[in-house]
């Protein structure tokens, strides 16, 4: 089912900051999907999803690959019959207030700081379609 992704309902958005395991799906340079596991973190009101993740991931490498308008990804988590999908354009971001920013919304969600890492980066997601069943 749709849902609007800048104003889902409570719900939705609920189940977005509970603690799962999620699912990242990139294109490969070949267009094959690559599918990883994830912590993510989503930000209705900009329509935000966040990746952190090391700068020499393959998940990076195939985000970059795509070129300066991103790459079209899709993250998922589901947990018995619910289970929810945000798709949108993904860039690499490697600022280091933007990446601070990500790994404190990590730190929120999943209820741990993940260690330091200066190789950091954040795969920033702007969500376009969201879709899912409670």
């Given at each position: 089912?749709?849902?609007?992704?800048?104003?889902?309902?409570?719900?939705?958005?609920?189940?977005?900051?509970?603690?799962?395991?999620?699912?990242?799906?990139?294109?490969?340079?070949?267009?094959?999907?690559?599918v990883?596991?994830?912590g993510?973190?989503?930000?209705?009101?900009?329509?935000?999803?966040?990746?952190?993740?090391?700068?020499?991931?393959?998940?990076?490498?195939?985000?970059?690959?795509?070129?300066?308008?991103?790459?079209?990804?899709?993250?998922?988590?589901?947990?018995?019959?619910?289970?929810?999908?945000?798709?949108?354009?993904?860039?690499?971001?490697?600022?280091?207030?933007?990446?601070?920013?990500?790994?404190?919304?990590?730190?929120?969600?999943?209820?741990?700081?993940?260690?330091?890492?200066?190789?950091?980066?954040?795969?920033?997601i702007?969500?376009?379609?969201?879709?899912?069943?409670?």
């Amino acid at each position: 089912m749709a849902i609007d992704p800048r104003n889902p309902d409570p719900a939705y958005a609920a189940f977005w900051r509970e603690r799962h395991v999620c699912t990242l799906t990139t294109p490969r340079p070949d267009g094959s999907p690559h599918v990883v596991p994830v912590g993510v973190t989503y930000d209705p009101a900009t329509g935000t999803a966040r990746v952190i993740t090391g700068k020499d991931s393959r998940k990076v490498a195939n985000v970059q690959a795509a070129g300066p308008d991103g790459a079209r990804v899709a993250v998922c988590q589901m947990e018995g019959k619910r289970w929810a999908t945000l798709e949108g354009r993904a860039v690499v971001r490697t600022e280091a207030d933007v990446v601070a920013d990500a790994v404190e919304r990590y730190a929120v969600r999943y209820g741990r700081t993940p260690r330091p890492n200066p190789d950091r980066v954040v795969i920033e997601i702007t969500v376009t379609r969201a879709m899912g069943r409670g």
